[in-house]
Every structure is written in C-alpha cells, then in structure tokens.
C-alpha cells in the first residue's frame, strides 16, 4: 500500500508541476468563455449588417447565370445578393470552387483587385482602409473559416474607426467574410485563444493542435485521477467537533488539500469532459446527415432548371414581408425554392417551379414526415413532434438557433431522431445513442448547460462561476507549490555547486 500511495503521490506532483500553470489559464479563461465566443462573423449579424437588396434588375434566371458563365460543376450552393447595389449570384460548386456572376448581365466578376476589396469594405463599414494586406493563409481570426464557407486566400483591411475593425473580403464571393474589432481581439486572448490553446502557428496545423489537446486532456485527467485518491488517502479528521481534516502543516500543502479535495472532483471532470470534445479516436458519428443522405434529402443535385420563377418575380412577392437581405436558392424533396432572409429568424419560403406561389413560412409537418419516412424506409416513427421551446438536444444559450424545429424519433437499434428545421425544411441535428452520450459526457460537464440550469438563471452563472473559482483556487495553490518546489531545487543546486567548488584545491596547493 505504501508503494502505491509513494507512486499515486509522484503522479500528482510531477504531473501537477507540469500543468499547473495551464490548469489556472483554463479555468479563468473558463470564466471569461461563459460570456465571450470566438470571434467570428456570423450569418445572424452578417444580415443585420447587410444593406437591404434590390432585385428589380435581376435579368438572368438562375440556369442562364450558370450556363453563360460557363460553369460545369455541380452547384453546391447558390445565393443572391448584391456587390456595390449590383445583383449577383454567389455560387459554390462541389470541387469548392467560388465564384461570383452578375445578375444584370452574363458577366462573372473577376477576382477581386485591391481597390475593389476596398470598395467592398468601405462600403461595409463606412469608414476608410488605412492599410490592406493580401494573406494566402489563415491569420488569427480566421480559424472559422471552414465552418464559415470561405477561402483562406482574403484581403484583410485595417479600418480607421474607433473600433480598430479588422475586415476581411473575399476575392472570390467579391464579399465581406468576418469582421473583428479590438475589443474583441483583446477578450479573444483572455477567453478562447488560451483556453483552447489556440495560437496562428497550431490553428494552420489542426491535426497537430488536436493531438496537443487531445494529450494534454490525457495527461491532466490522469494527474487529476491522482489528486482525488491523494485527497481521500491524506483525508484526516483528528476531532469530530473540528471540519479540519488536512494532515499538512504547511500553509500552501493544506489549503491545495482543502480545495483540491471540494473541486477535485469538478476539475476531473471538466478536463475530460474537454478530452470529449476532441472526440478522440472518432468513437461517435457525425451528428450531420452524409453527403449521400443530403443528396436523397435535397431529391437529388441541385437542379436549376427547376427554378421557373425568376429571380425579380421572386423578389417582387417576398420584398413585401421581409427587408430582404439575401435570397438562397435551395431543393427539397425535389423541388426548387427561393429562401428569403432578413436574418437567421425572419425567413420566408417561395416555391420557385409555381408562377402563382405565395410566400410562406413553414413547410408542412406532415410532407416533412413522409420525406423521414423515404429517408428511413421500413422504420416506424415513434414519436414526431413540433417544438417551439429547446430541449435539451437541441438548444442555444444565446436563443440563436431557430425555431419551429419537427423532432421525429424512429426505432432503430442506434435510436434516431431528426431535428428539422420547419423555415428551411434542413436536417439541422441528427441524434443517436452515441451523440446523445457524447453530448452529456461533453457539454453536459462541460459547460453545465442542464435545462434545469440554463432555464433559471442566473443559477447556470452563479454555479459554473462557483466550481471555475473553486477551480482556479485549487490551480492556484498548485502554481506556488510548484513554484516553491523549483525554489527549493534551485538552492539546494547552488549548494551542491559551492560544495564541489570548495572540494577542488588551488593549483598551487596541489603543486606543493
């Protein structure tokens, strides 16, 4: 027993040495990530920014655009909006090449110059460009960019407002692509940054950044693993009227004992819970429906010789519900139709192959069902059900994931359920048994996100900022004691050093 409390000991300490100083950057980072996201341009607030659209000169039908551009690619997306009060299609083909074709004329915009990517930003911003520079790469700021849909190759433009804006512009969707001020560059370093251990040089180098994370969770798990058995083996309570139950004398020992022993166990779970969001070694699916799936969804490829409609008709009967922003051109089921945006909540849908069309909300529940049902053959569905509230799989902190979503449960062996978005008729979630274990081992000691928690707060911020100062307190004690233990070795070197020099004699005492 001695051996394996000597070895749990060493374990604990050397590994604490090592991670302590980290341990403390992740839980007061922690703190300011309950409050400050990455920054990144996001849908919602690119609408919001975004002037409103006119499309009353909008000449070419969607096929037409296509054809005179002389694109053969299949069409991975296609949306409409404007470049300096011009209409455009923005176009992403499946080899992802992007591209944009003005909607007036057969002309396709030639990638960006310089002065035009000006243009563009200070359209956007309404400020002047005090200094571009062209990246080939992704900077900082543009770890996003995947999720985000945009190329790495952008101008990025310093901005002379009060703001210190960064604006990024593609070349190729001749767009503003993210926007980032200082303020949020600065909460970005106390937040995100160094809590996900975040840098330029790893963040151009995901499968080394993940593995970093991946084995630091390991590591940290493991020395936390070995802090709560030291915590219970060190446990000693002299006086049953007294709540003191540490052995250590020493101030620093007794209160890393203290702490350590009521955050321990939050500690152990928060670093593996973070283990989880690497998902190492792929243990769960995709919770995103397969490039298949999405073609048998959609009726097969995007097909834009479906769309009878033209673009200006289209805009015509939407413009008199929405402050249009930007029109998607999507397929469901096999039939085309025009998305209309004000922003992510304020949508509405036209079917785009009836001239006498109106414009509409939701798609119906019922067509959706079928759809799952063609999607899913020879499964019962055991419950489909419209849910204007999260719940707890489904959901955002901040409100913006939209609703109505349609929840349809099927019985299969993984125990599928779809969460279709009802605005959009998207397959936004696709759950089973292993994403749901997933989300709980994740987010759910993660983040603490419990609709118990997140319905009442602020009892969600009261109880994470408790545990990640109880966190950053037990850190704490270990960064001194780590720091003391390096004190403590560095004398006790200068000693053996004064040692072996007052051992070695003169060379004239050795010449007598």
């Known amino acids: 027993m001695k051996t394996v409390t000597k070895a749990i000991r060493l374990v604990h300490r050397y590994l604490g040495f090592a991670l302590s100083l980290l341990f403390l950057v992740w839980f007061l980072s922690g703190l300011m990530m309950m409050y400050v996201s990455y920054p990144t341009l996001k849908s919602h607030q690119k609408l919001q920014q975004t002037p409103p659209i006119d499309l009353t000169t909008c000449l070419l039908t969607p096929a037409e655009a296509i054809t005179r551009a002389g694109v053969t690619d299949s069409i991975k997306s296609i949306r409409l909006g404007m470049v300096l009060n011009r209409p455009v299609y923005r176009i992403v083909t499946l080899q992802n090449r992007q591209l ?6 057969p002309a396709i915009l030639p990638y960006a110059s310089e002065s ?60 503003v692509v993210q926007q980032v001020t200082a303020r949020q560059r600065l909460l970005a ?62 101030r620093w020992f007794r209160w890393h004992h203290y702490t350590g022993f009521i955050f321990g166990l939050f500690a152990f779970t928060w670093v593996l819970s973070g283990l989880f969001s690497m998902s190492p070694f792929n243990w769960t699916p995709s919770a995103r429906l397969s490039s298949q799936a999405t073609e048998r969804w959609m009726g097969g490829p995007l097909n834009l010789t479906l769309f009878k409609v033209s673009p200006a008709a289209a805009y015509q009967k939407l413009s008199r519900e929405l402050v249009l922003k930007e029109i998607q051109l999507i397929q469901w089921n096999g039939r085309p139709y025009y998305l209309a945006l004000q922003d992510d909540h304020h949508t509405r849908v036209l079917a785009a192959d009836e001239v006498e069309a109106n414009p509409f909300q939701t798609f119906e529940t019922q067509a959706i069902e079928e759809a799952i049902r063609k999607l899913e053959p020879k499964v019962a569905v055991l419950e489909s059900k419209v849910l204007d509230r999260y719940d707890a799989y489904y959901y955002a902190k901040n409100g913006e994931k939209r609703l109505p979503v349609l929840r349809i449960k099927l019985d299969t ?92 004699k003169p060379v004239s005492e050795r010449l007598k």
């Open 413 to 504: 062996p993984e125990q599928i359920w779809y969460y279709v978005d009802l605005k959009t008729s998207q397959v936004v979630s696709k759950h089973q048994t292993l994403t749901r274990v997933e989300r709980w081992l994740y987010h759910g000691l993660h983040s603490l996100d419990f609709n118990f928690l997140l319905n009442r707060r602020p009892l969600w911020d009261i109880t994470l900022i408790v545990l990640l100062l109880g966190g950053t307190a037990t850190s704490s004690t270990g960064l001194v004691l780590t720091w003391q233990w390096l004190q403590r070795k560095r004398v006790t070197k200068r000693k053996q050093t004064t040692v072996r020099m007052g051992a070695i």
């Open 100 to 105: 944009s074709i003005y909607a007036d004329n």
């Open 189 to 250: 370093w106390l937040g995100p940054i160094p809590h996900w251990i975040y840098p330029t040089f790893l963040i151009r180098n995901r499968p080394v950044w993940s593995q970093i994370v991946i084995w630091v969770s390991i590591i940290g798990t493991l020395m936390c693993l070995a802090g709560l058995a030291m915590g219970f083996i060190r446990y000693q309570r002299k006086r049953p009227e007294s709540l003191a139950f540490s052995p250590y004398k020493k």
């Open 116 to 175: 035009f990517a000006r243009q563009l930003a200070q359209h956007w911003s309404h400020a002047g460009v005090q200094q571009v520079e062209k990246l080939t790469e992704i900077d900082q700021w543009m770890a996003a960019h995947r999720s985000q849909g945009y190329l790495p190759e952008v101008y990025r433009m310093q901005m002379g407002n009060e703001a210190g804006t960064y604006v990024y512009v593609s070349p190729f969707s001749n767009e």
